[in-house]
């Protein structure tokens, strides 16, 4: 009977210890991912400074920009119907309220791999809008990869720039009683995503006549110049500035940004962006105007048309210089930051369940069991007669 208890145990012990071998090959590669019920509310709160007109889109006198309460809610839900066993589907959507005005919410879907959290190649991923399809193959966003590490760098995807942003490690430190990763993201005067630029509503082609307020500001006023030119230049020249004045010439516009965020790095979810200051300026390509250069060099010094056409020419040849359309910056709220460091709790418990308990426990029980069967199966050593 001991025997048969015996190889009973053992074989019990044996099969516990595979078992934990083949959940730490098989169970853990297929339960930690992507899960397929993400629901996450972030909210923000900041300021925003508009240097524009948001009506007309010109520039504001300097001295009157418009700063206002800033609030942005983002919303981060799963579509489990688009999740298969290696990818998952999260919308983003972003509400942006600016004073009492509420800006154009973006909507942004992600199509990630569950078990690595990088973007992947998929046509159902799109920003702005549902047609405008983007590639963010190998980038991370909205969350960082599972066992983030404060030595590797991350390429983290930026919607208004349509392209990434390396991470810079800054340092490591407590939040809500667990450890965190922080890590900066930067870039200045890259140029903006078109679509985004679309979906705002802001121009990306001027004419001088569309420019007058910004022309005025700088000391032209095209109006009095265009009447004085009638008189006063030749026919062929007049041509050439009546043409110029209906010229579209574009404008490109350029994002600056400095943010730094604290990562859970088991999870690779993002706890806390404490710090987020981000403007978008724009310029506009005057070259397209070359033509009209030697025309005013001619009346530079003509008593009437002079002082006009000198400010016109001073405009053009600062061109290149940017100028701010808006700035803003925000921080999580204490709310958010509770919420996220609970899912972060949570996941890194689940987490936790399936990597280390679940296997541990398979192992330690398998070892001891294996062990008693083999001892209660020891039979003691026969003694030896001795021959008289």
């Not at 208004?160 to 993201?185: A, C, D, P, S, W």
């Not at 280390?356 to 199966?377: D, F, K, Q, R, T």
């Amino acid at each position: 009977m001991k025997g048969l208890a015996s190889k009973l145990l053992i074989v019990i012990g044996i099969l516990l210890i595979l078992a934990s071998i083949l959940w730490w090959a098989i169970a853990v590669n297929a339960m930690v991912k992507l899960p397929d019920d993400v629901e996450v509310h972030n909210h923000y709160e900041g300021e925003m400074t508009w240097y524009v007109d948001t009506a007309t889109h010109q520039p504001l006198p300097e001295g009157e920009e418009k700063t206002v309460p800033l609030s942005v809610n983002q919303d981060i839900i799963a579509e489990a119907g688009e999740y298969d066993s290696s990818t998952g589907v999260l919308e983003e959507t972003v509400n942006v309220v600016a004073g009492n005005v509420a800006l154009p919410a973006s909507r942004c879907v992600y199509v990630l791999d569950r078990k690595t959290m990088e973007n992947v190649g998929d046509p159902r991923a799109f920003a702005w809008t549902a047609d405008n399809q983007v590639d963010r193959s190998g980038s991370y966003y909205p969350y960082f990869p599972f066992d983030t590490s404060k030595d590797e760098k991350y390429e983290v995807w930026k919607s208004e720039i349509g392209r990434t942003l390396e991470t810079e490690f800054v340092n490591e430190e407590e939040k809500k009683g667990m450890t965190v990763y922080n890590f900066k993201l930067a870039c200045e005067n890259v140029e903006v995503d078109e679509v985004y630029l679309a979906s705002m509503g802001f121009p990306t082609k001027l004419t001088l006549e569309e420019m007058k307020p910004a022309l005025l500001a700088a000391g032209v006023d095209l109006d009095a110049l265009k009447a004085l030119a009638a008189r006063v230049m030749a026919p062929g020249d007049l041509q050439v500035l009546q043409q110029a004045v209906k010229k579209e010439i574009p404008v490109s516009y350029l994002w600056t940004m400095e943010r730094e965020l604290s990562v859970e790095p088991k999870t690779g979810i993002v706890l806390d962006v404490y710090k987020n200051v981000e403007s978008l300026s724009r310029k506009a390509d005057l070259s397209v105007l070359a033509d009209l250069t030697p025309v005013l060099d001619k009346y530079a010094d003509n008593p009437q048309l002079g002082p006009a056409v000198k400010a016109l020419s001073q405009m053009q040849s600062q061109a290149g210089n940017a100028e701010k359309v808006f700035s803003l910056q925000f921080a999580s709220t204490q709310d958010s930051i509770d919420a996220a460091a609970e899912e972060a709790k949570k996941e890194a418990g689940r987490i936790n369940l399936v990597k280390v308990y679940i296997p541990w426990a398979l192992l330690i029980v398998g070892a001891l069991v294996l062990i008693v069967g083999l001892l209660i199966g020891g039979e003691p050593v026969p003694e030896e007669e001795t021959e008289e």
